[in-house]
């Protein structure tokens, strides 16, 4: 796991040199990329959610693609289009933005459902389909999407089969006051995203994605997680719970964080650590509870205190 460990931290540390004071937000950044998982990034405007997509794509050195999401985009021009030419008499495929390795989906719900839902194919199956011919996208492929907070001017709330497609959900927050001056300092003559280099090839990466499949996980830590997953879809404030795509994918990002901390296990420690970003946007709270203030980040967290962590297990 040593190399999977160097290549995690390449990434994280080259990451910081742009975005300053948030390592535990860069940290499951690269968890997502080395997982094959989507992200979403909420936060409000200006705190470095697009920066942290173009350091990452940068760092990798992967193929990438920008969308900006707009209230009258169509579905067409994030997968691509049919033309005729008039030349060959034929149609011909002219792929759209999605057709790329990283691709950053820039204020996500800022777009109608009828284009939102474009994303589902291509984030679930790595394919796109337009009219009625399938392609499939490159290797590895990842979504870093960004989205304001639902109460800002403009936003369509994202559809509940959109959000269990996203492995995690981050926000970054505002940075401290010598974090803020620090970046002023950094910024005084060019944005450090320019002197940004790739520190990992595409090669590495990939590598390090399959590799993370053999860290060994314990039928306890796996029953700790199901058990979690389940407790979201009993608990009195929830009208809907996570997913097993949530169980799984707190399956697969305790593999990864074992390999970034160096070792070839999973411990239920992992596992809370990233409980709340693996299944805080898959948690739709009662109305009741919206009433309240209760937000999914308190449920998990309830949870988490309430549910027994399991203990070593004794060899027979």
Known sequence: MADVQAIANRIVENVERVIIGKRAAVQLTVLGLLCQGHILIEDVPGVGKTVLAKTLARSVGC???????TPDMLPSDVTGVSVFNQKTREFEFRPGPIHAQIVLVDE?????????????????????????????????FMVLATQN????????????????????????????????????????????????????????????????????????????????????????????GASSRGALSIYRLGQARAAMFGRDFVLPDDVKALA?????????????ARIKDIEPDAIVQEILDSTAVPGAKVKA
């Open 108 to 140: 996500i719900n800022r777009a109608t459902p009828k284009t939102q839902s474009a994303l589902l194919e291509s984030m679930e199956e790595r394919q796109v389909t337009v009219d009625g011919h399938t392609y499939p996208l490159g290797s590895p």
């Open 63 to 69: 193929k990438f693609q920008r969308i900006q999401f």
């Open 149 to 240: 907070p639902i109460e800002y001017e403009g936003t369509f709330p994202l559809p509940e089969a959109q959000l269990d497609r996203f492995m995690l959900r981050l926000r970054l927050g505002y940075a401290a006051k010598n974090e803020e001056m620090d970046m002023l300092a950094r910024q005084q003559h060019q944005h450090p995203l320019d002197s940004i280099e790739q520190v990992v090839s595409v090669e590495e990466l990939s590598a390090a994605q399959e590799a993370i499949k053999d860290i060994y996980i314990d039928d306890l830590v796996k029953e700790y997680i199901v058990d979690l997953v389940r407790a979201t879809r009993e608990h009195p404030e929830v009208y809907l």
């Open 276 to 288: 709340g970003a693996a299944l805080n946007h898959r948690i739709i709270v009662g109305p009741a």
